[in-house]
C-alpha cells in the first residue's frame, strides 16, 4: 500500500511548509520553495532486530583501524586515515578535481583492499580517459555507472567493498520520490539511505557533493550533520594549488589542511608547504608568519600596499584574512603607534592567497603595513607572530613552540614572538635568534629601525 505525501520544500535551507509562499519564511529567498512528492510505502525497510545493548566496560578502546587513502596528505586532513565504516563528504567547485583525487586514491586503496567507485555523472568511457592520464596501477578497483539509488545501493552490497564513492550525490536520485537530482530533498534522502548502509555493513563512503556559488555544500548544509567528516576541496582558477580543508571530524581534528598540486598527470601532494607561500625576499611592506592549521605549522608571508589616497574614504582590500581583521589592526596602530592611516589606502594580500585564520598572523599584518607605510624593508630573515591587543599588547599565540620550530626548519634567523615561558627560550638555543615583545611599539622598534 503506498500513499501520496505533498511538500513544500525551500532549496536554499531545506525548511518544510505544508503549503506554497514565493518567499521562504525561514531563509527568506524568493522563488525558492519546490513541491516535492514522495510517495511512501509502509513496507518500506523491514527492522532488523539483532542488536542488543553491551555493558560500557566491556567495550575495547583499542585504536580504531584506519587505513591509509594513498596520500599523506589526504590521511593527515581525515586524522591519520580512513576508518572503517564511517562517512566523509568530499565538497568543492565543478572542475576543481575532487573526482581525480578520489580516482588515484581509489586506485591506490584497490592495491590491498577491495573499492567501489560508483559514477553517476559520467560514464565508464570517460572514467577510463581520466584514468589512463594518471599513470597508475590498481588490483581490485570496481567501476559502475549508474544514477538510479536502489541499483547502487544493491550493487553495493552485491560487491561488499572496504571503500566505496559517490560521484556524486547531485546526481544520483531515489526513484521513489518525483522531485529532480540534486534536489534538498533527494540528496538528504539519497544520503541517509547510503549512510544507513555503510554503517550496516562497515563500508567506508565517500561522497561527493558540488559546493554552490555562495559555498555552501548543496542540499545546504543538509548533509554535513549526517556525515562524520567534511572535507572542502580548495583552489582558484590561477594557481595550480589545491587544499584539502577539514571542517568536520568525528574521528579528528578540524581545520587540519593537506596541499595538493594538479598536474598534467594529476594531484600530487606537497611534502614541504612552507615552500610556496613564502618567498623570503626581503622587501619592503612583506613579512613572514608561522600560522597554525589544525596541527601543522605553515609559514605564509603577508604582503602589504600602502599609499596615499585619492579617495574621500581610504580603501582597504584583503585577500586571506578577514577585513574586519585588517580594520582593528589599522585601529590599533593608530592609537598605540601613533601614526595616523586614514589618509592612505591599504591593501593586504597573504602569500598565494592562502587563507590565514590564526590570530597570531596579527604581528605580521602590523609591520608590514608599517614597513610599506615608511618603505623600509623588515628585519632579514624574520617571522612574526603574535595577537594583537586592543591596547597595543602582543598576546600569546597558541602552539608556540611547534611555530618556532618550524621557523627553526625554515632556516628563519630570527623570530619575533610575545613574552615566553623561560623553558622555551632554552630549548632553542643557538638555534634561532627569539625577540620577546610585550606590545606592538616594541615590535616596531626592533624589526623597522635601519
Ligand atoms: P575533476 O576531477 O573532473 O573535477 P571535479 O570532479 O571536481 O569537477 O578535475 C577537472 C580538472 O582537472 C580539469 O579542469 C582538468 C584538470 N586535470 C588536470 O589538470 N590533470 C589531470 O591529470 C586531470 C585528470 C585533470
Ligand atoms: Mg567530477
Known amino acids: 500500500m503506498s500513499s501520496k505525501l505533498s511538500t513544500f520544500i525551500c532549496q536554499n535551507c531545506g525548511s518544510e511548509t505544508s503549503q506554497y509562499f514565493g518567499k521562504c519564511l525561514n531563509c527568506n529567498s524568493w522563488n525558492s520553495i519546490v513541491e516535492e512528492i514522495k510517495s511512501k510505502s509502509s513496507k518500506h525497510q523491514e527492522i532488523k532486530n539483532n542488536k542488543k545493548s553491551i555493558p560500557f566496560n566491556e567495550i575495547s578502546s583499542k585504536e580504531i583501524s584506519r587505513f591509509t587513502s594513498g596520500f599523506r596528505e589526504f590521511d593527515r586532513v581525515l586524522g591519520g586515515g580512513i576508518v572503517p565504516g564511517s562517512v566523509v563528504l568530499l565538497g568543492g567547485e565543478p572542475g576543481i578535481g575532487k573526482s581525480t583525487i578520489v580516482l588515484q586514491s581509489a586506485g591506490k586503496i584497490s592495491l590491498n583492499k577491495k573499492v567501489l567507485y560508483i559514477t553517476a555523472e559520467e560514464s565508464l568511457e570517460q572514467v577510463k580517459i581520466r584514468w589512463e592520464r594518471l599513470n597508475q596501477n590498481s588490483i581490485d578497483l570496481k567501476i ?5 539509488l536502489s541499483l547502487i545501493i544493491n550493487e553495493i552490497k552485491r560487491v561488499n567493498p572496504c571503500f566505496a564513492i559517490i560521484d556524486s550525490i547531485q546526481a544520483i536520485h531515489n526513484h521513489e520520490m518525483q522531485s529532480s537530482p540534486g534536489s534538498v530533498s533527494q540528496v538528504r ?18 561522497i561527493i557533493g558540488h559546493v554552490t556559488k555562495d559555498g555552501a555544500l548543496a542540499g545546504p548544509k543538509t548533509l554535513e550533520h549526517l556525515v562524520d567528516t567534511v572535507i572542502n576541496f580548495e583552489g582558484d582558477n590561477i594557481s595550480s594549488h589545491r587544499l584539502l580543508r577539514s571542517i568536520k571530524n568525528r574521528f579528528g581534528s578540524t581545520f587540519e589542511i593537506g596541499i595538493f598540486e594538479m598536474l598534467e598527470e594529476g594531484l600530487q601532494e606537497i611534502k614541504n608547504p612552507s615552500s610556496i607561500f613564502t618567498n623570503k625576499e626581503n622587501i619592503s611592506g612583506v613579512t613572514t608568519t608561522i600560522t597554525n592549521e589544525g596541527t601543522r605549522p605553515l609559514a605564509v608571508d603577508i604582503q602589504a600596499l600602502v599609499n596615499k589616497t585619492f579617495y574621500s574614504n581610504p580603501r582597504r582590500t584583503t585577500t586571506g584574512i578577514s577585513i574586519n581583521r585588517l580594520h582593528q589592526i589599522l585601529a590599533v596602530i593608530e592609537k598605540h603607534v601613533g601614526i595616523k592611516l586614514s589618509e592612505f589606502d591599504c591593501y593586504i594580500a597573504t602569500g598565494g592567497g592562502f587563507e590565514i585564520n590564526d590570530p597570531s598572523s596579527d604581528l605580521g599584518v602590523a609591520i608590514s603595513i608599517l ?19 586592543l591596547s ?16 627553526v626548519r625554515l632556516g628563519i634567523k630570527n623570530i619575533v614572538v610575545p613574552k615566553l615561558e623561560e623553558e622555551l627560550n632554552n630549548n632553542f638555543q643557538n638555534l634561532i635568534n627569539i625577540k620577546e615583545i610585550s606590545n606592538i611599539k616594541e615590535a616596531v622598534n626592533y624589526s623597522l629601525s635601519k
Open 144 to 148: 559502475f555507472a549508474e544514477t538510479n
Open 189 to 206: 534522502a539519497c544520503s541517509s539511505e547510503l549512510q544507513t548502509l555503510a554503517k550496516d555493513n562497515n563500508i567506508a563512503l565517500l
Open 371 to 389: 614597513s610599506s607605510l615608511k618603505n623600509i624593508p623588515p628585519l632579514a630573515s624574520t617571522s612574526f607572530i603574535g595577537e594583537l591587543g
Open 392 to 407: 597595543g599588547q602582543v598576546r600569546k599565540s597558541n602552539n608556540l613552540r611547534t611555530k618556532i620550530e618550524e621557523a
